[in-house]
């Protein structure tokens, strides 16, 4: 496809959006949720210097939080590959780091790192390394098994064999990790900014929020949009002026063993102990004042010993119900969606430029600002909550999907179409079976994110569950609930997590083995 | 240095009666290196909390030899840990939560009450109005979860029938009021209702603590360790609160002007800070704080504060409530 006939699609798709907001604003112009395009802009032009400034400061956390969020990604996968003993305790570990709420670290952040920039860049660092990881730690065994015989018949080792051969490997999903990134370090800045911040695009959405000013909000929301929309771009440009190697056929010995059930408690046991430690010692180190920063005894006590311990566990077991009727649904939806609209994608090709807008836009912009919209829709009921987990996990899997599709073996791809095969047959027999490890690494992602999601919404705007529970036991000074919460929350990513990974090695074992290889 | 003293001995004449203020010997001599202390606020700055900016402004901390920092909260940023951690020396924060971090253990005394009266309303619009607390009953109210307690205790003082009253979970916005899907709110009566004045929609307030609901609101919290070996810094931070406030009542316009000039970057809007500034008068000043000085409230009120409060759940001794450093203040 040429660049012209790349644009127009993209142009026509910008200019429904268009149309679809205006719409939208004229026939809900009593209620005071969406503003039209005429009003933002009107609002912009009138408050450009205020919003360029603060735009000025998110996006320069955001910059800083991205980058310093995916290199940790890419040394900790390299960690990885490269001693591979340590796969389980650096991926464990990551995992649990990921899935610490903001609500409980952002203000153990700001204690620690005080007035300024510093806790914004680390919460949207923190938003970006674990979407880019998993795919990276995908892409980096996609590799035919022939070529790492041939780095080892040389006598080189893990190091040469990740250089030379995983790296490339590597790239496609790396930039699909950065796509997935770009929107999510910009949401994590502008939420860090929740935690005390002096200024930003997170501090005025407060204020326009209380303020009803809807013409403000809606032209956070719409720069919001463009910074993700133009960050997707740029590097989805640079992964095609880097990428001309067609993807190799990956051929891969089935089964090496994958670990027996024995072997698998001992590395959860030994995760445990690890984060245990981690925890307690950090907490130590730093010399965090007990009164908030509970440590493990504590919240043992709180939880089995202590003489409100019956109360605690009965008021966390409520809060998980609660939760758990938003986000199965959620995470299920979003994860269909995502991955039937990257096939749909990639049979239709056209439909692209209209469809990713709006998805980097669904995922970009902040949820005070869509919450009320999406509830004037859909009620204050569960369909508007499960909604919001569904936007939250569906923008991920697309990505993954569509650059997973992409990996079909070029060559197999010619022997179809020699065969004067459809795309349907095409994208059955080849580029499904290629697009399984992708929406594996996906699914792997999404639990984590679709648990900070639900509990995000339910803080900022249901009022239920989790999220509401955490923020109430920060706001009351209950750190021993808040703390038993978080173990709660990053208990249950934990095992989601491992149920999906149980079952994704079961199919990549058939499938795509090099993944399962160590 | 001169020129300072005099405009402060100014102020003082054209002060409230009552007030005294003095503390020329804790002023050291110039050349001395100021303290910095930090001043944790509730929420993002604005004319809430005008007063500590004209203490600021007008040099009211630094000839006390204090380098004061006013750190912004936000919605996840909690008053108490700040405190507790020594990273703050004061914090802004209301008798009910300095209650709760009590009970987990925090060593904090209340050492001021800026708003006497609690600033909690029940917001309506006049076509289907609260005017008592009896009219709540059969209404649905657009509040957070977080607050079923407070509104718990708003019935059990008036004997309006609760389970009678629809809660619905909504964003602290006043939209939901306007779009029809609540017929209240329960909400500041400094804030959206004014966000509602702005956008040219008039609106109904009833104060609860008009209805009995009594509990102290923007109080100043330090722990007991800071009012032990941290007592200079505690009164000459106090001092300038003082002074900065009843500047601030001279001139609520003054203050919101200061206020927007201040914070630039913070998206505030001059007719709604001033109006926000006039509205929380009545909520900061009364004939005790004329009679006594900004900051300083009753021994009756600390006993009506402990019987809201353990509607609340609550238990609270008057000992978390401690005089001495206003007492200090006003002494000179």
């Not at chain 1, 903001?102 to 949207?124: D, H, K, N, W």
């Not at chain 1, 060559?411 to 490890?437: K, N």
Request: charged share 15%; aromatic share 6%.
């Amino acid at each position: 496809m040429t660049r012209s006939a790349a644009l127009a699609p993209a142009a026509l798709g910008l200019m429904l959006l268009f149309a679809g907001w205006s719409l939208l604003a004229m026939a809900l112009a009593d209620t005071r949720v969406i503003a039209g395009p005429i009003q933002v802009a009107g609002w912009l032009a009138g408050n450009a210097g205020l919003i360029g400034r603060a735009l000025a400061v998110t996006l320069t956390n955001a910059a800083i939080g991205f980058l310093a969020g995916n290199l940790a990604a890419i040394l900790l996968a390299g960690i990885a590959l490269v001693w591979p003993r340590l796969t389980h305790a650096v991926s464990g570990l990551a995992l649990v780091v990921f899935c610490l709420p903001l609500i409980a670290t952002g203000p153990i952040l700001r204690v620690l790192l005080g007035p300024g920039e510093a806790p914004q860049i680390v919460l949207a660092a923190l938003a970006v390394y674990y979407t880019t990881l998993i795919p990276l730690m995908t892409g980096l065994r996609a590799t035919p098994a022939v070529w790492l015989d041939l780095v080892r018949s040389y006598g080189r080792g893990r190091l040469a064999e990740l250089i030379h051969v995983r790296a490339r490997a590597g790239l496609p999903y790396l930039f699909a990790g950065l796509q997935i990134a770009a929107p999510a370090a910009f949401l994590g800045a502008m939420v860090g900014e929740f935690t005390g911040a002096e200024r930003g695009l997170g501090v005025l959405t407060i204020r326009f929020t209380r303020s009803m000013d809807v013409s403000a909000l809606w032209a956070i929301a719409l720069l919001a949009a463009a910074v993700s929309m133009v960050a997707y771009g740029a590097i989805g440009a640079l992964a095609r002026a880097v990428l001309h190697d067609r993807p190799p056929v990956i051929l891969a010995p089935p089964g090496i063993g994958t670990g027996a059930g024995f072997g698998r408690a001992v590395h959860a046991a030994l995760l445990v102990v690890l984060v245990l430690a981690v925890w307690w010692g950090a907490m130590e180190a730093l010399d965090l004042n007990r009164f908030f920063a509970k440590r493990p005894p504590d919240v043992l006590a709180a939880m089995i010993r202590g003489p409100d311990a019956a109360a605690t566990r009965g008021a966390l077991f409520e809060a998980v119900a609660e939760t758990a009727v938003f986000l199965l649904p959620g995470y299920l939806a979003g994860l269909g969606l995502g991955a039937g609209m990257a096939i749909l994608l990639v049979l239709l090709p056209g439909l692209a430029a209209l469809i990713l807008p709006v998805a980097v836009a669904l995922r970009s912009i902040p949820i005070v600002t869509t919450a009320p919209l999406i509830v004037l829709f859909l009620g204050r009921g569960a369909a508007g909550t499960i909604t919001l987990v569904a936007v939250m996990v569906f923008f991920p899997t697309l990505v993954a999907c569509l650059h997973g599709l992409r990996q079909a073996p070029g060559q197999i791809l010619d022997v179809f179409q020699t065969y004067a095969s459809g795309p349907l047959r095409q994208m059955l027999h080849v580029r499904l079976p290629a697009m399984l490890p992708a929406l594996f690494a996906a699914a792997r992602m999404s639990v984590p994110a679709a648990i900070l999601a639900v509990t995000v919404v339910e803080w900022l705007t249901t009022g239920r569950g989790l999220g509401s529970l955490m923020a109430l036991s920060a706001s009351t000074s209950n750190y021993n609930l808040l703390w038993a919460a978080v173990v709660v929350v990053t208990a249950i990513s934990t095992i989601c997590y491992a149920a999906v990974a149980m079952l994704e090695a079961r199919i990549l074992a058939i499938y795509a083995p090099e993944q399962m290889r160590r | 240095m001169l020129a300072s003293r005099l405009t402060r001995r100014g102020f003082m004449a054209s002060g409230a009666a009552g007030l005294v203020l003095g503390g020329a010997g804790l002023r050291p001599g110039p050349g001395h290196a100021a303290t910095p202390v930090a001043l944790q606020l509730s929420w993002l700055h604005s004319v809430q909390f005008a007063g500590s900016y004209l203490a600021r402004e007008k040099g009211w901390w630094s000839q006390a030899g204090l380098d004061v920092s006013l750190l912004q909260g936000g919605p996840n940023a909690p008053v108490e840990p700040p405190v507790v951690s020594g990273t703050a020396l004061v914090g802004i924060s209301a008798a009910d939560y300095t209650a709760a971090a009590v009970a987990q253990g925090a060593r904090f005394r209340i050492i001021g009450v800026a708003m006497q009266k609690n600033p909690f309303v029940i917001a309506s619009l006049p076509a289907n109005p609260v005017a008592a607390p009896a009219d709540l009953e059969g209404k649905r109210i657009g509040m957070a979860l977080a607050n079923t307690p407070v509104l718990q205790a708003l019935c059990s003082l008036n004997d309006v029938d609760f389970d009678a009253i629809r809660i619905v979970p909504t964003q602290y916005s006043a939209q939901p009021l306007i779009a029809g899907e609540v017929d209240c709110l329960l909400c500041w009566e400094t804030d959206l209702p004014v966000a509602m004045a702005m956008n040219g929609i008039e609106s109904r307030t009833m104060l609860m603590a008009d209805h009995g609901y009594a509990v102290h609101s923007q109080t100043y919290i330090a722990t007991r360790d800071s009012l032990a070996e941290r007592r200079a810094e505690l009164v000459a931070l106090m001092r300038g609160e003082v002074m900065g406030w009843q500047a601030y009542r001279d001139d609520t316009d003054a203050a919101a002007e200061l206020t927007v000039r201040m914070f630039p970057d913070a998206g505030l809007d001059l007719p709604t800070q001033k109006l926000q500034a006039r509205r929380q008068v009545p909520l900061m000043f009364s004939d005790l704080t004329d009679a006594k000085g900004f900051g300083w409230w009753s021994d009756d009120s600390v006993e009506a504060n402990i019987r809201t409060l353990a509607l609340l759940d609550r238990t609270v001794t008057p000992d978390l409530w401690d005089r001495s450093i206003l007492e200090e203040v006003h002494a000179g």
